[in-house]
T-cell receptor
Framework: GENVEQHPSTLSVQEGDSAVIKCTYSDSASNYFPWYKQELGKRPQLIIDIRSNVGEKKDQRIAVTLNKTAKHFSLHITETQPEDSAVYFCAARGEYGNKLVFGAGTILRVKS | GAGVSQSPSNKVTEKGKDVELRCDPISGHTALYWYRQSLGQGLEFLIYFQGNSAPDKSGLPSDRFSAERTGGSVSTLTIQRTQQEDSAVYLC????????????FGQGTRLTVV
């Protein structure tokens, strides 16, 4: 089955700097890669996702890149702000009906 | 309904008692997940219901844990003979059975076993 590894487990950046979180997956058939943000005491919520037929996707300060050959994808947050502090989870899904498999999460701290 | 609803929000139970946690998914969502999240930890997969197919129970930690989904809608996670290590937030998520479909999470049930 699918296995997703996420790095780093914790990340501290200064406000205004960029943050990058990386994930690798094992199933070459995977073709959907969402990212979730979980603020303290809240539920995880989707912030951006990418499909296998796309190499990069941007939404304001957030971007996700996908390298299918290397089986890894990354979340990039530019101009970080204190409200970006949260736990971020990556996930991957393969074929129809397969479950979403999540990475272990990254705790992002943005220091002001 | 606006989103995935879970009840109760909080549950305190005595060690050894059974508990039932409920999840009301978004109407029409045929995929349903249960996860467990201990304090400061990641999302531990428990079980996945995928439409009419047999559920994926590979994440259930022991035979004290079981889940059912009646009529393809509401799901109940049951923990028998609770132990202190069962204390965690139990999250339910639902989605469509499409490859490019996100999962929508409920607010979770915080279970405390004393």
């Amino acid at each position: 089955g699918e296995n997703v590894e996420q790095h780093p487990s914790t990340l501290s950046v200064q406000e205004g700097d960029s943050a990058v979180i990386k994930c690798t997956y094992s199933d070459s058939a995977s073709n959907y890669f969402p990212w979730y943000k979980q603020e303290l005491g809240k539920r995880p919520q989707l912030i951006i996702d990418i499909r296998s037929n796309v190499g990069e996707k941007k939404d304001q300060r957030i971007a996700v890149t996908l390298n299918k050959t290397a089986k890894h994808f990354s979340l990039h947050i530019t101009e970080t702000q204190p409200e970006d502090s949260a736990v971020y989870f990556c996930a991957a899904r393969g074929e129809y009906g397969n479950k979403l498999v999540f990475g272990a999460g990254t705790i992002l701290r943005v220091k002001s | 309904g606006a989103g995935v609803s879970q009840s109760p929000s909080n549950k305190v139970t005595e060690k050894g008692k059974d508990v039932e946690l409920r999840c009301d998914p978004i109407s029409g969502h045929t995929a349903l997940y249960w996860y467990r999240q201990s304090l400061g930890q990641g999302l531990e997969f428990l079980i996945y219901f995928q439409g009419n197919s047999a559920p994926d129970k590979s994440g259930l930690p022991s035979d004290r844990f079981s889940a059912e989904r009646t009529g393809g809608s509401v799901s109940t996670l049951t923990i028998q003979r609770t132990q202190q290590e069962d204390s965690a937030v139990y999250l339910c998520a639902s989605g469509l059975l499409r490859v490019w479909s996100e999962a929508f999470f409920g607010q979770g049930t915080r279970l405390t076993v004393v």
